[in-house]
């Protein structure tokens, strides 16, 4: 079939991929989250001018 793979195959790889967006927008809001509150617990240190 298509580039060697068989149509099962092709199925399994776009059930995983339908899988994983969710998990990617959670871990993207995760880590704005994160760095977010790495920045502000930067602020007002002394010695820091971020």
């Known amino acids: 079939m298509f580039l060697g793979l068989d149509w099962y195959w092709w199925l399994l790889l776009i059930a995983l991929l339908l899988i994983s967006i969710p998990f990617k927008f959670k871990f993207m809001k995760w880590w704005e989250k994160r760095q977010q509150s ?13």
């Open 38 to 50: 790495k920045k502000s617990s930067l602020k007002d240190k002394w010695g820091d001018d971020v």
